[in-house]
């Protein structure tokens, strides 16, 4: 599967934007979709993920309360919405597929889509 992330850009603390994750193929359905994350000269991390049918949702604790996770599997897409931004969410962040609900590590995610940069200004 081949995954395109998009919507990234600049906001202002306390603001919101909404990621997208086109993916390629007539599988998507059948893959756990993930978000991770990389702030400069940091590792990348775990953000959300989300299972095949979209009914259960997975997020790291900094981020719980203020982002969502969500799927279309008609169009092929997840989607991030992420509200109440603060500067340290700022980072490329990356949609990615894997076979595997509940993991968090970047070892079970096979697929990555190319990375979208989110800036918040404080």
């Known amino acids: 599967v081949q995954l395109q992330a998009s919507g990234g850009g600049l906001v202002q603390a306390g603001g919101s934007l909404r990621l997208s994750c086109a993916a390629s193929g007539r599988t998507f359905s059948t893959y756990v979709m993930g978000w991770f994350r990389q702030a400069p000269g940091k590792e990348r991390e775990f953000v959300a993920a989300?299972?095949?049918?979209?009914?259960?949702?997975y997020y790291a604790e900094s981020v719980k309360g203020r982002f969502t996770i969500s799927r279309d599997n008609a169009k092929n897409t997840v989607y991030l919405q992420m509200n109440s931004l603060k500067p340290e969410d700022t980072a490329v962040y990356y949609c990615?597929?894997?076979?595997?609900?509940?993991?968090?590590?970047?070892?079970?995610?096979?697929?990555w889509g190319q990375g979208t940069l989110v800036t918040v200004s404080s």
């Open positions: 990615a597929a894997s076979k595997v609900f509940g993991m968090t590590t970047i070892s079970s995610y096979a697929y």
């Open positions: 989300i299972s095949w049918s979209g009914d259960s949702t």
